[in-house]
């Protein structure tokens, strides 16, 4: 077993004792599939205090496991991170306990492994505490500068690599500002200094990967994103010849007030139609026999969702979608499959797109990928895999492929759509997914039906 599987069995192990209800929403989490449920409902959400506890417990398992497994893999003995009030670096901010929304002043926390299989320590140099889940590790009254209270306790661990968050490619990972590096190398001893390195491979890896404990929450956070996206397609949203697109954006944002939720992005919603070019957005009337998009994203939990679908608005009389609107959705969930096959372990965001792309062109597809990693994030740490306007491989697809990470399966697919002259259409698809080392697999189900807007009620 590796060290993140050993890791992660040990929060597995730790859920043992938990109470039902305690990790997820009232109603018991749907378990992973292949396809979507057709017209989800909305699962019972959870209060702020429950939300704020089920936040806590499984940070609390996250810094417990995933720490250790991370810095043994980088081969990291001491990781410094610096956040300041209202300007938290992507990992301080993860780190936060759910009473906690900022860090306060100047907050510095340190990782250290002291080896030999004994817990890594997490210290906090800050006058506040952060819920129990760092050791308070500065008294002001004996050392009142802060920088030389951090680099003593660096300096009393000797340690061979310390890791601070700075990179060039990953903004996740550069989180250290030149002023806050400035001073903590200013308290540093020389020979200490010659001893930092990025934390970039620690910070990704942090970011990234996904505990049992979540992967037990994301199958309801996502049917609720889903649950969302069903209503908004729908007669109770949308009157044909009478709502815009714009209005149902602006739903969108309604009903997220009204359940206590966010978006982590403005919702899109847009219009294909025959013998119009490209997609129609903003005030534009919906009307029978229009190919609806939407891109749609909560964050619930701290877990982020990013769904792509498509719907069709029937014309009086109809009853399904024209045949080459249907096949165009075929042609995307083809492309999905081909895509999630060339998952690896330690494989390239490069080279899964690479490799897609190859067959997908092979099989007569007109393809464009624009995969990347959610969780923590809606763009989530990791590996890209393509962007829409490149899809030659970039350096953000040169880091290798880890288990037990969640994906955003984005793409598309053109094609010419009979019933419309041939007219070249998008079909725009986006499901989130889980990888586990071995295959991936969609947590809450994907589209592979085009919805249905009813011309009439």
Do not use: C
Not at 8 to 20: E, I, N, Q, T
């Amino acid at each position: 077993m590796t060290i993140r599987g050993m890791a992660l069995a040990a929060v597995a192990m730790g859920l043992a004792g938990v109470p039902a209800g305690v990790l997820a929403a009232p109603s018991a989490a749907p378990a992973l599939r292949e396809t979507e449920e057709r017209s989800p409902v909305v699962p019972p959400l959870l209060s702020a205090r429950d939300r704020a506890d089920t936040e806590n417990r499984i940070l609390r398992e996250r810094l417990d496991t995933v720490i250790p497994a991370i810095m043994r893999a980088e081969g990291i003995d001491t990781w410094l991170l610096v956040a300041r009030e209202y300007f938290e670096e992507p990992v301080v901010a993860s780190m936060l306990d759910g009473e906690n929304m900022h860090a306060r002043r100047r907050t510095i926390l340190i990782f250290h492994d002291p080896g030999q299989g004994r817990a890594v320590e997490r210290l906090t140099v800050s006058r506040y505490g952060l819920g129990g889940l760092f050791a308070p590790a500065w008294d002001p009254a004996k050392q009142p500068d802060q920088w030389k209270a951090a680099a003593e306790i660096v300096a009393a661990r000797n340690p061979k690599r310390i890791a601070i968050n700075v990179s060039d490619l990953y903004q996740f990972a550069d989180g250290m500002t030149a002023s806050q590096r400035e001073a903590f190398t200013a308290a540093l001893a020389p020979d200490l200094r010659q001893r930092i390195v990025s934390g970039e491979g620690t910070a990704i890896r942090w970011l990234e990967t996904r505990t049992p404990a979540e992967m037990q929450l994301y199958p309801t956070i996502e049917r609720t994103a889903h649950a969302i996206i069903s209503e908004a397609f729908s007669r109770a949203v949308i009157t044909p010849g009478v709502t815009t697109a714009e209005q149902v954006q602006w739903w969108y944002r309604d009903r997220l007030l009204q359940l206590g939720l966010e978006p982590w992005f403005h919702p899109s919603v847009a219009i294909q139609r025959q013998g119009v070019k490209g997609m129609i957005e903003g005030p534009e009337v919906i009307r029978p026999g229009d190919l609806l998009w939407t891109d749609f994203g909560i964050t619930y939990l701290r877990l982020n969702t990013d769904t792509q679908h498509l719907a069709y608005v029937l014309k009086p009389g109809e009853t399904q979608a024209p045949v080459g609107l249907r096949q165009g959705l075929a042609n995307s969930n083809r492309l999905q499959d081909i895509l999630t096959r060339q998952f690896e372990v330690g494989r390239s965001g490069n080279e899964v797109l690479a490799r897609a792309r190859a067959e997908a062109k092979a099989a007569g597809l007109d393809p464009s990928i624009y995969s990347h990693p959610i969780g923590l994030h809606g763009h989530g740490a990791g590996p890209s895999i393509g962007f829409w306007d490149n899809q030659a491989g970039d350096p953000q697809g040169a880091r290798p492929i880890d288990p037990d990470t969640a994906w955003s399966i984005e793409l598309t697919t053109y094609a010419p759509v009979p019933e419309w002259g041939g007219q070249r259409v998008d079909f725009r698809a986006e499901e989130n997914a889980f990888f586990d080392g071995k295959s991936v697999r969609y947590i809450d189900g994907r589209q592979t039906e085009l919805a249905l807007i009813p011309s009439r009620p």
